[in-house]
């Protein structure tokens, strides 16, 4: 059974850092793509970041150069490191493992659970 078990959300302030983790369990998650989505309150989810199982990655343009997605594949674990962090990045955070190697296999049928970010002064 896959499992994806998210932490490290919490309250940061504006300009503030967070770093996300995902531990993924029950798969070989090597051979997947792996993204971060988030939802805020009233709105949809969308991606924010995602790494094809050869490390290529893609941002939506509001985090592009504040945000860093990575895997570490020996600990089975996919990262989201957060900079320069915003009030519009309140949001819960979730991980997804792909159905395949590259991004247009994202999303898949697997989620995390959530962790929640909020930026507030």
């Known amino acids: 059974q896959v499992q994806l078990v998210e932490s490290g959300g919490g309250l940061a302030q504006p300009g503030g850092s967070l770093r996300l983790s995902c531990a993924a369990s029950?798969?070989?998650?090597?051979?997947?793509?792996m993204g971060w989505y988030r939802q805020a309150p009233g709105k949809q989810r969308e991606l924010v970041a995602a790494?094809?199982?050869?490390?290529?990655?893609n941002y939506v343009d509001s985090v592009k150069g504040r945000f860093t997605i990575s895997r570490d594949n020996a600990k089975n674990t996919v990262y989201l490191q957060m900079n320069s962090l915003k009030p519009e990045d309140t949001a819960v955070y979730y991980c997804?493992?792909?159905?395949?190697?590259?991004?247009?296999?994202?999303?898949?049928?697997?989620w995390g659970q959530g962790t929640q970010v909020t930026v507030s002064s």
């Open positions: 790494i094809t199982s050869g490390g290529i990655t």
């Open positions: 997804n493992r792909a159905s395949g190697s590259i991004l247009r296999f994202l999303p898949g049928d697997y």
């Open positions: 029950g798969t070989i998650f090597s051979i997947y793509a």
